[in-house]
T-cell receptor
Framework: GAGVSQSPSNKVTEKGKDVELRCDPI?????LYWYRQSLGQGLEFLIY????????KSGLPSDRFSAERTGGSVSTLTIQRTQQEDSAVYLC????????????FGQGTRLTVV | GQNIDQPTEMTATEGAIVQINCTYQ??????LFWYQQHAGEAPTFLSY????GLEEKGRFSSFLSRSKGYSYLLLKELQMKDSASYLC???????????FGTGTKLQVIP
């Protein structure tokens, strides 16, 4: 597609429910990032995928968070047993391979846990 | 390891010049990005520095010193629309990964 697409754009869920957030990166981009951004705060790194390499999961805040990237393209971020502190905007970004090309961001999914 | 530091907030006056600093400690450093993020929007690319020195793009300039692990973003002739967060990000060629700082929230006042 023309840009990074994330869905849903907004999600309201009850505490304790599981949610899945989807990211469609730009076609051909091998690097994919998930970030979390709470209201008025900076970006918090969650997870990074690069090609077929093992993902860098060092930013995942707890074992309730997991992410997959199928076929080197679409990625899904899953949050199990959501808590109110999970409420944030979840941003996905993708970039092409070597050379330090810029990362393009999706518009994010605003998650509200009530 | 990867560590990026930038001030949390800054305030500057319309028409003035402001410099936003960023220091980084990154394994396998290749280059330094600056992004702009308006409230409620996704970050957008401003600049990428690989070599030491100053690169100018209109009202915005970005500087890099690889030996000092230091960069800054210079905004001239500030406009109200420049009120945004400015994110510094280091690219590590070894890890093929971009690491973002938490951003500097700039408020431009009349």
């Amino acid at each position: 597609g023309a840009g990074v697409s994330q869905s849903p754009s907004n999600k309201v869920t009850e505490k304790g429910k599981d949610v899945e957030l989807r990211c469609d990166p730009i076609s051909g981009h091998t690097a994919l990032y998930w970030y979390r951004q709470s209201l008025g705060q900076g970006l918090e790194f969650l997870i990074y995928f690069q090609g077929n390499s093992a993902p860098d999961k060092s930013g995942l805040p707890s074992d309730r968070f997991s992410a997959e990237r199928t076929g080197g393209s679409v990625s899904t971020l899953t949050i199990q047993r959501t808590q109110q502190e999970d409420s944030a905007v979840y941003l996905c970004a993708s970039s092409s391979t070597a050379g330090g090309t810029e990362a393009f961001f999706g518009q994010g999914t605003r998650l509200t846990v009530v | 390891g990867q560590n990026i530091d930038q001030p949390t907030e800054m305030t500057a006056t319309e028409g003035a010049i402001v410099q936003i600093n960023c220091t980084y400690q990154t394994s396998g450093f290749n280059g330094l990005f600056w992004y702009q993020q308006h409230a409620g929007e996704a970050p957008t690319f401003l600049s990428y520095n690989v070599l030491d020195g100053l690169e100018e793009k209109g009202r915005f300039s970005s500087f890099l010193s690889r030996s000092k692990g230091y960069s800054y973003l210079l905004l001239k002739e500030l406009q109200m629309k420049d009120s945004a967060s400015y994110l510094c990000a280091a690219f590590s060629g070894g890890y093929q990964k971009v690491t973002f700082g938490t951003g500097t929230k700039l408020q431009v006042i009349p």
